[in-house]
Protein backbone atom coordinates (compact mmCIF):
# COMPACT_ATOMS: atom_id res chain seq x y z
CA UNK A 1 0.00 0.00 0.00
CA UNK A 2 1.64 3.89 -1.04
CA UNK A 3 2.49 5.44 2.30
CA UNK A 4 0.03 8.11 1.73
CA UNK A 5 -2.54 5.57 1.99
CA UNK A 6 -1.13 4.00 5.60
CA UNK A 7 -3.58 4.67 8.69
CA UNK A 8 -1.60 6.23 11.53
CA UNK A 9 -1.13 3.77 14.28
CA UNK A 10 -1.25 6.75 17.00
CA UNK A 11 -4.25 6.63 19.53
CA UNK A 12 -4.33 8.97 21.56
CA UNK A 13 -6.13 9.15 25.21
CA UNK A 14 -8.66 11.72 24.87
CA UNK A 15 -10.55 13.46 27.22
CA UNK A 16 -13.10 16.00 28.02
CA UNK A 17 -11.87 19.18 29.92
CA UNK A 18 -14.48 21.14 31.42
CA UNK A 19 -13.41 25.53 31.38
CA UNK A 20 -15.42 25.99 34.23
CA UNK A 21 -14.18 23.72 36.90
CA UNK A 22 -11.42 22.19 35.27
CA UNK A 23 -12.94 18.34 35.83
CA UNK A 24 -11.88 15.90 33.18
CA UNK A 25 -14.49 12.91 31.79
CA UNK A 26 -13.04 10.22 29.97
CA UNK A 27 -14.76 10.07 26.43
CA UNK A 28 -16.47 6.72 26.89
CA UNK A 29 -19.43 8.51 27.14
CA UNK A 30 -21.00 11.77 24.85
CA UNK A 31 -20.92 15.14 27.59
CA UNK A 32 -22.63 17.67 26.09
CA UNK A 33 -21.99 19.95 28.88
CA UNK A 34 -20.09 19.62 32.28
CA UNK A 35 -22.24 17.82 34.43
CA UNK A 36 -21.06 18.69 37.57
CA UNK A 37 -20.91 22.73 36.58
CA UNK A 38 -22.63 22.35 33.47
CA UNK A 39 -19.50 24.56 31.69
CA UNK A 40 -18.23 23.93 27.79
CA UNK A 41 -15.98 21.24 27.39
CA UNK A 42 -12.49 21.31 25.38
CA UNK A 43 -11.04 18.15 24.56
CA UNK A 44 -7.23 17.22 25.30
CA UNK A 45 -5.07 14.60 24.59
CA UNK A 46 -3.02 13.79 27.43
CA UNK A 47 -0.35 11.71 25.35
CA UNK A 48 0.07 15.06 23.22
CA UNK A 49 3.78 15.01 24.84
CA UNK A 50 4.36 12.02 22.77
CA UNK A 51 3.38 13.95 19.72
CA UNK A 52 6.03 16.76 20.81
CA UNK A 53 8.73 14.59 20.41
CA UNK A 54 8.55 14.27 16.50
CA UNK A 55 9.88 17.26 15.07
CA UNK A 56 7.73 20.03 13.33
CA UNK A 57 9.34 19.19 9.75
CA UNK A 58 8.35 15.57 10.46
CA UNK A 59 5.15 16.33 10.58
CA UNK A 60 5.12 19.01 7.60
CA UNK A 61 6.02 16.39 5.78
CA UNK A 62 3.61 13.61 7.18
CA UNK A 63 0.89 16.07 6.65
CA UNK A 64 2.03 16.87 3.22
CA UNK A 65 2.95 13.29 2.24
CA UNK A 66 -1.38 12.45 3.25
CA UNK A 67 -2.14 15.26 0.92
CA UNK A 68 -2.12 12.59 -2.07
CA UNK A 69 -4.42 9.99 -0.23
CA UNK A 70 -6.76 7.96 -1.76
CA UNK A 71 -7.70 6.57 1.47
CA UNK A 72 -11.13 8.51 2.16
CA UNK A 73 -10.66 8.09 5.74
CA UNK A 74 -7.92 10.56 5.23
CA UNK A 75 -8.52 12.68 2.57
CA UNK A 76 -10.45 15.30 4.57
CA UNK A 77 -10.43 16.76 8.14
CA UNK A 78 -8.32 13.63 9.03
CA UNK A 79 -5.92 14.14 6.82
CA UNK A 80 -4.51 15.64 10.53
CA UNK A 81 -6.03 12.35 12.26
CA UNK A 82 -3.40 12.68 15.39
CA UNK A 83 -3.89 16.24 16.20
CA UNK A 84 -7.88 15.34 15.62
CA UNK A 85 -9.55 12.78 17.08
CA UNK A 86 -6.78 9.54 17.42
CA UNK A 87 -9.03 7.15 19.32
CA UNK A 88 -11.12 6.40 16.13
CA UNK A 89 -10.99 3.50 14.17
CA UNK A 90 -10.34 4.12 9.78
CA UNK A 91 -14.11 2.20 9.84
CA UNK A 92 -15.69 4.82 12.23
CA UNK A 93 -14.28 7.60 10.07
CA UNK A 94 -17.35 9.51 7.68
CA UNK A 95 -16.09 11.08 4.78
CA UNK A 96 -18.40 13.11 2.44
CA UNK A 97 -15.44 15.11 1.07
CA UNK A 98 -15.79 17.73 3.77
CA UNK A 99 -12.09 19.55 4.18
CA UNK A 100 -9.52 20.70 1.79
CA UNK A 101 -11.52 23.43 0.40
CA UNK A 102 -9.98 26.38 -1.68
CA UNK A 103 -8.32 29.36 -1.30
CA UNK A 104 -8.78 31.86 -3.35
CA UNK A 105 -6.37 34.73 -3.85
CA UNK A 106 -8.51 38.61 -4.93
CA UNK A 107 -7.96 39.95 -8.01
CA UNK A 108 -5.73 42.72 -8.46
CA UNK A 109 -8.65 44.73 -9.53
CA UNK A 110 -10.25 43.88 -5.91
CA UNK A 111 -7.20 43.86 -3.54
CA UNK A 112 -6.47 48.10 -5.56
CA UNK A 113 -10.32 48.34 -4.40
CA UNK A 114 -9.26 47.14 -0.84
CA UNK A 115 -5.85 48.20 -0.71
CA UNK A 116 -4.91 44.94 1.41
CA UNK A 117 -3.65 41.37 -0.62
CA UNK A 118 -6.38 39.12 0.49
CA UNK A 119 -8.04 35.57 -0.42
CA UNK A 120 -11.13 33.89 0.72
CA UNK A 121 -11.40 29.89 1.59
CA UNK A 122 -14.49 28.91 0.38
CA UNK A 123 -15.64 26.67 3.05
CA UNK A 124 -19.02 26.67 1.29
CA UNK A 125 -17.05 24.13 -0.98
CA UNK A 126 -17.87 21.86 1.36
CA UNK A 127 -20.60 19.01 0.81
CA UNK A 128 -23.86 20.72 2.48
CA UNK A 129 -21.89 23.94 1.70
CA UNK A 130 -20.58 25.33 4.97
CA UNK A 131 -17.94 24.78 7.37
CA UNK A 132 -20.33 22.87 9.41
CA UNK A 133 -19.27 19.79 7.57
CA UNK A 134 -15.72 20.01 9.23
CA UNK A 135 -17.28 19.84 12.68
CA UNK A 136 -19.63 17.15 11.36
CA UNK A 137 -17.49 14.77 10.01
CA UNK A 138 -16.37 14.87 13.57
CA UNK A 139 -18.87 14.32 15.33
CA UNK A 140 -20.82 11.66 13.63
CA UNK A 141 -17.20 9.76 13.37
CA UNK A 142 -16.84 9.94 16.87
CA UNK A 143 -21.07 8.81 17.28
CA UNK A 144 -20.63 6.22 14.94
CA UNK A 145 -17.62 5.08 17.22
CA UNK A 146 -19.59 5.12 20.13
CA UNK A 147 -22.98 2.91 18.80
CA UNK A 148 -19.72 0.48 17.74
CA UNK A 149 -18.26 0.08 21.30
CA UNK A 150 -21.90 0.28 23.42
CA UNK A 151 -24.17 -1.69 20.99
CA UNK A 152 -26.67 1.32 20.74
CA UNK A 153 -29.67 0.47 18.26
CA UNK A 154 -31.00 3.77 18.51
CA UNK A 155 -29.47 7.64 18.62
CA UNK A 156 -31.71 10.70 18.76
CA UNK A 157 -29.44 13.47 17.40
CA UNK A 158 -31.08 16.92 17.60
CA UNK A 159 -29.77 20.82 16.92
CA UNK A 160 -30.66 24.40 16.88
CA UNK A 161 -29.72 26.12 13.73
CA UNK A 162 -28.90 29.32 12.10
CA UNK A 163 -29.74 26.50 9.32
CA UNK A 164 -26.02 25.36 8.38
CA UNK A 165 -25.86 23.34 11.57
CA UNK A 166 -29.03 21.50 10.62
CA UNK A 167 -27.80 21.36 6.76
CA UNK A 168 -24.68 19.84 7.95
CA UNK A 169 -26.52 17.53 10.87
CA UNK A 170 -29.34 16.09 8.71
CA UNK A 171 -26.73 15.40 5.94
CA UNK A 172 -24.48 13.13 7.98
CA UNK A 173 -27.16 11.43 9.87
CA UNK A 174 -28.93 10.53 6.42
CA UNK A 175 -25.36 9.01 5.26
CA UNK A 176 -24.89 6.68 8.18
CA UNK A 177 -28.36 5.73 8.81
CA UNK A 178 -29.40 3.51 11.67
CA UNK A 179 -29.18 3.59 14.28
CA UNK A 180 -28.60 7.08 14.11
CA UNK A 181 -32.31 9.70 13.78
CA UNK A 182 -31.88 13.36 13.00
CA UNK A 183 -34.17 16.03 14.10
CA UNK A 184 -33.40 19.51 13.85
CA UNK A 185 -34.92 22.79 15.61
CA UNK A 186 -34.78 25.91 13.34
CA UNK A 187 -36.45 29.28 14.09
CA UNK A 188 -39.40 30.28 11.72
CA UNK A 189 -38.67 32.21 8.59
CA UNK A 190 -35.31 32.74 10.30
CA UNK A 191 -33.32 30.49 8.17
CA UNK A 192 -33.30 31.08 4.13
CA UNK A 193 -34.82 29.12 1.81
CA UNK A 194 -32.28 26.71 0.87
CA UNK A 195 -31.42 26.40 4.11
CA UNK A 196 -34.41 24.91 4.68
CA UNK A 197 -34.87 22.55 2.11
CA UNK A 198 -31.33 20.69 3.16
CA UNK A 199 -32.77 19.08 6.14
CA UNK A 200 -35.81 18.33 4.30
CA UNK A 201 -34.46 16.72 1.33
CA UNK A 202 -31.85 14.56 3.69
CA UNK A 203 -35.12 12.80 5.24
CA UNK A 204 -34.56 14.93 9.07
CA UNK A 205 -37.85 15.83 10.98
CA UNK A 206 -37.74 19.62 10.74
CA UNK A 207 -39.34 21.34 13.80
CA UNK A 208 -40.15 25.57 13.97
CA UNK A 209 -40.13 27.52 16.76
CA UNK A 210 -41.48 31.56 16.70
CA UNK A 211 -38.58 33.52 17.47
CA UNK A 212 -34.42 33.73 16.94
CA UNK A 213 -31.61 30.83 17.13
CA UNK A 214 -31.47 31.66 20.78
CA UNK A 215 -35.07 30.45 21.84
CA UNK A 216 -34.45 27.43 19.74
CA UNK A 217 -31.29 26.76 21.47
CA UNK A 218 -33.11 27.02 24.70
CA UNK A 219 -35.56 24.22 24.07
CA UNK A 220 -32.68 22.04 22.69
CA UNK A 221 -30.38 22.04 25.64
CA UNK A 222 -33.92 21.46 27.81
CA UNK A 223 -34.56 18.89 26.34
CA UNK A 224 -30.55 17.59 26.56
CA UNK A 225 -30.94 18.16 30.35
CA UNK A 226 -33.57 15.80 30.69
CA UNK A 227 -33.89 13.49 27.48
CA UNK A 228 -31.80 11.08 25.94
CA UNK A 229 -30.11 12.53 22.75
CA UNK A 230 -27.08 13.41 21.30
CA UNK A 231 -26.95 17.26 21.31
CA UNK A 232 -24.99 18.54 18.20
CA UNK A 233 -24.59 22.49 18.73
CA UNK A 234 -21.28 23.69 18.65
CA UNK A 235 -21.27 23.37 22.86
CA UNK A 236 -20.62 19.69 21.23
CA UNK A 237 -16.82 19.54 21.79
CA UNK A 238 -16.19 17.38 18.91
CA UNK A 239 -17.38 19.96 16.58
CA UNK A 240 -15.20 22.45 17.46
CA UNK A 241 -12.34 19.19 17.06
CA UNK A 242 -13.83 18.74 13.30
CA UNK A 243 -13.31 22.41 12.70
CA UNK A 244 -9.74 23.11 13.91
CA UNK A 245 -9.11 21.43 10.32
CA UNK A 246 -10.16 24.56 8.77
CA UNK A 247 -6.71 26.07 10.52
CA UNK A 248 -4.23 23.53 9.84
CA UNK A 249 -5.33 23.41 6.50
CA UNK A 250 -4.80 27.34 5.99
CA UNK A 251 -1.67 26.61 7.11
CA UNK A 252 -0.67 24.14 5.09
CA UNK A 253 -1.52 25.87 1.95
CA UNK A 254 1.25 28.91 3.01
CA UNK A 255 3.54 25.88 3.64
CA UNK A 256 3.24 26.25 7.19
CA UNK A 257 4.79 30.17 7.34
CA UNK A 258 1.85 32.16 9.17
CA UNK A 259 4.40 35.34 9.21
CA UNK A 260 2.87 38.07 7.63
CA UNK A 261 -1.31 36.91 7.65
CA UNK A 262 -4.00 38.21 9.40
CA UNK A 263 -7.10 35.50 9.63
CA UNK A 264 -10.48 37.17 9.32
CA UNK A 265 -13.59 34.80 10.89
CA UNK A 266 -17.18 35.62 11.54
CA UNK A 267 -18.72 35.14 15.12
CA UNK A 268 -21.54 33.57 15.61
CA UNK A 269 -22.13 31.23 18.14
CA UNK A 270 -18.17 31.40 18.40
CA UNK A 271 -17.56 27.75 17.66
CA UNK A 272 -15.55 28.29 14.51
CA UNK A 273 -13.30 30.89 15.99
CA UNK A 274 -12.37 28.97 18.95
CA UNK A 275 -11.80 26.24 16.65
CA UNK A 276 -9.78 28.20 14.72
CA UNK A 277 -7.58 29.75 17.60
CA UNK A 278 -7.33 25.95 18.86
CA UNK A 279 -6.12 24.75 15.74
CA UNK A 280 -3.05 27.16 15.42
CA UNK A 281 -2.49 26.79 19.11
CA UNK A 282 -2.41 22.99 18.74
CA UNK A 283 0.78 23.78 15.59
CA UNK A 284 2.54 26.41 17.45
CA UNK A 285 2.75 23.75 20.01
CA UNK A 286 4.16 20.50 17.93
CA UNK A 287 6.64 23.26 16.13
CA UNK A 288 4.44 23.07 13.16
CA UNK A 289 4.16 26.41 12.46
CA UNK A 290 6.39 29.06 14.48
CA UNK A 291 4.16 32.28 14.65
CA UNK A 292 0.62 32.55 15.04
CA UNK A 293 -1.12 34.28 12.45
CA UNK A 294 -3.07 37.50 13.54
CA UNK A 295 -6.66 36.43 14.72
CA UNK A 296 -9.59 39.17 14.09
CA UNK A 297 -13.19 38.34 14.61
CA UNK A 298 -16.21 40.37 13.32
CA UNK A 299 -19.69 40.65 14.23
CA UNK A 300 -22.34 42.89 12.84
CA UNK A 301 -23.79 45.50 15.04
CA UNK A 302 -26.89 43.61 15.39
CA UNK A 303 -25.17 40.80 17.08
CA UNK A 304 -22.03 41.92 19.43
CA UNK A 305 -21.66 40.52 22.43
CA UNK A 306 -18.15 39.26 21.74
CA UNK A 307 -17.12 42.82 20.36
CA UNK A 308 -18.23 44.54 23.25
CA UNK A 309 -16.70 42.46 25.81
CA UNK A 310 -13.18 42.62 23.83
CA UNK A 311 -14.32 46.49 23.62
CA UNK A 312 -14.02 47.13 27.27
CA UNK A 313 -10.71 47.69 28.84
CA UNK A 314 -8.60 44.43 30.18
CA UNK A 315 -9.36 43.63 33.74
CA UNK A 316 -12.90 46.12 33.67
CA UNK A 317 -14.44 43.45 30.93
CA UNK A 318 -17.79 41.74 31.79
CA UNK A 319 -19.63 39.87 29.23
CA UNK A 320 -23.36 40.41 28.74
CA UNK A 321 -25.15 38.77 26.41
CA UNK A 322 -27.27 41.27 23.59
CA UNK A 323 -30.51 40.95 22.07
CA UNK A 324 -30.44 40.71 18.35
CA UNK A 325 -31.65 42.68 15.84
CA UNK A 326 -32.04 41.31 11.85
CA UNK A 327 -28.71 40.52 10.47
CA UNK A 328 -27.93 39.46 6.70
CA UNK A 329 -25.53 37.54 8.38
CA UNK A 330 -28.05 35.82 9.90
CA UNK A 331 -25.89 32.62 10.59
CA UNK A 332 -24.13 34.69 13.19
CA UNK A 333 -27.64 36.52 14.39
CA UNK A 334 -26.55 35.02 17.45
CA UNK A 335 -27.20 37.11 21.01
CA UNK A 336 -25.40 34.48 23.20
CA UNK A 337 -23.31 32.61 22.24
CA UNK A 338 -22.12 29.42 23.82
CA UNK A 339 -18.70 29.21 23.07
CA UNK A 340 -17.51 32.59 24.85
CA UNK A 341 -16.12 30.83 27.74
CA UNK A 342 -13.95 28.83 25.20
CA UNK A 343 -13.02 32.49 23.38
CA UNK A 344 -11.99 34.18 26.29
CA UNK A 345 -9.62 30.84 27.67
CA UNK A 346 -8.17 30.60 23.97
CA UNK A 347 -7.58 34.25 23.17
CA UNK A 348 -5.22 34.62 26.63
CA UNK A 349 -3.41 31.55 25.42
CA UNK A 350 -3.21 32.97 22.16
CA UNK A 351 -2.07 36.13 23.39
CA UNK A 352 0.33 34.87 26.03
CA UNK A 353 2.15 32.72 23.05
CA UNK A 354 2.49 35.96 20.96
CA UNK A 355 -0.40 35.95 19.09
CA UNK A 356 -2.97 38.51 18.38
CA UNK A 357 -6.98 38.49 18.70
CA UNK A 358 -8.95 41.13 17.83
CA UNK A 359 -12.69 41.82 17.22
CA UNK A 360 -14.04 44.38 14.83
CA UNK A 361 -17.73 45.60 14.75
CA UNK A 362 -19.40 46.51 11.46
CA UNK A 363 -22.82 47.57 10.25
CA UNK A 364 -25.29 45.99 7.99
CA UNK A 365 -24.94 48.10 5.14
CA UNK A 366 -21.30 47.36 4.93
CA UNK A 367 -21.78 43.74 5.18
CA UNK A 368 -23.91 43.52 2.11
CA UNK A 369 -21.98 45.70 0.46
CA UNK A 370 -18.83 43.58 0.80
CA UNK A 371 -20.56 40.66 0.05
CA UNK A 372 -21.02 42.01 -3.56
CA UNK A 373 -17.84 43.50 -4.20
CA UNK A 374 -16.34 40.12 -3.45
CA UNK A 375 -18.68 38.37 -5.81
CA UNK A 376 -18.53 41.34 -8.64
CA UNK A 377 -14.79 40.05 -8.67
CA UNK A 378 -15.39 36.06 -8.71
CA UNK A 379 -15.76 35.09 -5.15
CA UNK A 380 -18.74 33.07 -4.35
CA UNK A 381 -18.88 34.74 -0.98
CA UNK A 382 -22.00 34.13 1.64
CA UNK A 383 -23.01 37.62 3.93
CA UNK A 384 -20.74 35.92 6.29
CA UNK A 385 -17.98 36.42 3.93
CA UNK A 386 -18.90 39.36 3.32
CA UNK A 387 -18.60 40.27 6.88
CA UNK A 388 -15.21 38.86 7.00
CA UNK A 389 -14.02 41.47 3.95
CA UNK A 390 -16.05 44.51 5.51
CA UNK A 391 -14.15 43.17 9.15
CA UNK A 392 -11.01 43.34 6.95
CA UNK A 393 -12.29 47.74 5.77
CA UNK A 394 -12.65 48.00 9.66
CA UNK A 395 -9.49 46.79 10.49
CA UNK A 396 -7.47 49.40 7.41
CA UNK A 397 -9.41 52.28 9.03
CA UNK A 398 -8.88 51.49 12.45
CA UNK A 399 -4.88 51.48 11.82
CA UNK A 400 -4.60 48.07 12.40
CA UNK A 401 -3.26 45.87 9.25
CA UNK A 402 0.29 45.82 8.92
CA UNK A 403 1.33 47.25 5.23
CA UNK A 404 1.33 44.20 2.91
CA UNK A 405 -0.18 41.76 5.39
CA UNK A 406 -1.96 38.89 3.70
CA UNK A 407 -5.77 38.84 5.13
CA UNK A 408 -7.20 35.30 4.84
CA UNK A 409 -11.15 35.79 4.64
CA UNK A 410 -13.69 32.62 5.60
CA UNK A 411 -16.18 32.65 3.35
CA UNK A 412 -18.39 30.19 5.64
CA UNK A 413 -20.99 29.02 3.29
CA UNK A 414 -21.74 29.47 -0.45
CA UNK A 415 -22.97 32.36 -1.50
CA UNK A 416 -26.02 30.23 -2.79
CA UNK A 417 -27.66 29.57 0.35
CA UNK A 418 -27.65 33.94 0.96
CA UNK A 419 -28.84 34.69 -2.13
CA UNK A 420 -32.49 36.06 -0.83
CA UNK A 421 -30.42 38.80 1.06
CA UNK A 422 -28.55 39.60 -2.70
CA UNK A 423 -32.18 39.75 -4.14
CA UNK A 424 -33.52 41.68 -1.30
CA UNK A 425 -30.75 44.58 -1.77
CA UNK A 426 -31.53 44.69 -5.58
CA UNK A 427 -34.84 44.91 -5.33
CA UNK A 428 -34.78 47.51 -2.40
CA UNK A 429 -36.73 45.27 0.03
CA UNK A 430 -35.20 45.32 2.94
CA UNK A 431 -37.43 46.23 6.04
CA UNK A 432 -36.25 49.24 8.20
CA UNK A 433 -35.07 46.83 11.07
CA UNK A 434 -31.79 45.81 9.02
CA UNK A 435 -30.48 49.38 8.41
CA UNK A 436 -29.30 48.85 4.92
CA UNK A 437 -30.13 51.39 1.90
CA UNK A 438 -28.90 50.09 -1.41
CA UNK A 439 -27.24 51.56 -4.22
CA UNK A 440 -29.43 51.51 -7.09
CA UNK A 441 -26.17 51.49 -9.31
CA UNK A 442 -25.25 48.33 -7.98
CA UNK A 443 -28.88 46.53 -8.57
CA UNK A 444 -28.33 43.80 -11.11
CA UNK A 445 -31.87 42.20 -12.62
CA UNK A 446 -32.64 40.05 -15.40
CA UNK A 447 -34.24 41.97 -18.24
CA UNK A 448 -36.26 40.49 -21.14
CA UNK A 449 -35.57 40.40 -24.54
CA UNK A 450 -38.77 39.60 -26.24
CA UNK A 451 -42.15 39.13 -25.14
CA UNK A 452 -44.23 35.84 -24.80
CA UNK A 453 -46.77 37.42 -27.64
CA UNK A 454 -44.26 37.84 -30.09
CA UNK A 455 -43.14 33.67 -29.51
CA UNK A 456 -46.65 33.02 -30.55
CA UNK A 457 -47.11 35.35 -33.09
CA UNK A 458 -43.82 34.79 -34.86
CA UNK A 459 -42.39 31.67 -36.79
CA UNK A 460 -39.36 29.81 -35.00
CA UNK A 461 -36.87 31.88 -37.56
CA UNK A 462 -38.49 35.30 -37.46
CA UNK A 463 -38.54 35.01 -33.30
CA UNK A 464 -35.33 34.15 -33.06
CA UNK A 465 -34.17 36.72 -35.70
CA UNK A 466 -36.39 39.29 -33.60
CA UNK A 467 -35.17 38.39 -30.49
CA UNK A 468 -31.34 38.55 -31.83
CA UNK A 469 -32.41 42.05 -32.96
CA UNK A 470 -33.19 43.47 -29.58
CA UNK A 471 -30.22 41.97 -28.11
CA UNK A 472 -27.72 44.04 -30.49
CA UNK A 473 -29.94 46.99 -29.64
CA UNK A 474 -30.01 46.66 -26.00
CA UNK A 475 -25.95 46.04 -26.12
CA UNK A 476 -25.16 48.07 -28.95
CA UNK A 477 -23.33 45.96 -30.97
CA UNK A 478 -21.49 46.73 -33.97
CA UNK A 479 -21.66 44.73 -37.23
CA UNK A 480 -18.06 42.91 -37.80
C1 LIG B 1 -22.57 28.83 11.84
C2 LIG B 1 -22.13 29.85 10.87
C3 LIG B 1 -21.41 30.98 11.26
C4 LIG B 1 -21.10 31.27 12.70
O1 LIG B 1 -20.14 30.38 13.20
P1 LIG B 1 -20.03 30.14 14.78
O2 LIG B 1 -19.17 28.95 14.92
O3 LIG B 1 -21.42 29.92 15.26
O4 LIG B 1 -19.44 31.37 15.34
C5 LIG B 1 -20.98 31.84 10.29
N1 LIG B 1 -21.25 31.63 8.99
C6 LIG B 1 -21.96 30.56 8.58
C7 LIG B 1 -22.26 30.42 7.13
C8 LIG B 1 -22.42 29.64 9.49
O5 LIG B 1 -23.14 28.60 9.06
ZN1 LIG C 1 -17.30 21.75 35.23
Not at 49 to 77: C, H, M, V, Y
Not at 264 to 269: D, H, K, L, T
Not at 370 to 396: D, F, P, V
Request: charge should be negative; charged fraction near 20%.
Amino acid sequence: MHEANVFPSYRGEMEYVCLGCQARYPIDELHYTCPQCKGVFLLEDARFGELEKTSGQAWRDTFDLRAATKNPALRGIFRFYELMAPVLGESDIVYLGEGNTPVTRSSAALERLVGQPMAFKNDGQNPSASFKDRGMACAFSYLRHLVAKHGWDNVLTICASTGDTSAAAALYAAYVGEPLTSVVLLPKGKVTAQQLSQPLGSGARVLEIPGVFDDCMKVVEYLADHYRVALLNSKNAWRILGQESYAFEVAQWYDWDMRGKAVFVPIGNAGNITAVMGGFLKLLRLGVIDVLPRIFGVQSEHADPVFRYYNQTVGERRYEAVKVRPSVAQAAMIGNPVSFPRVAFLADKYQALGGSFQVVQVSEQRIIESMLLANRHGHIACTQGGECLAGLLKAREQGLMDKGELAVLDATAHALKFSGFQEMYYQNSFGPEYGITPDEKLANAPRLVIGQEDKDRLSEDAFTAQAAQNVVEILGLNKR
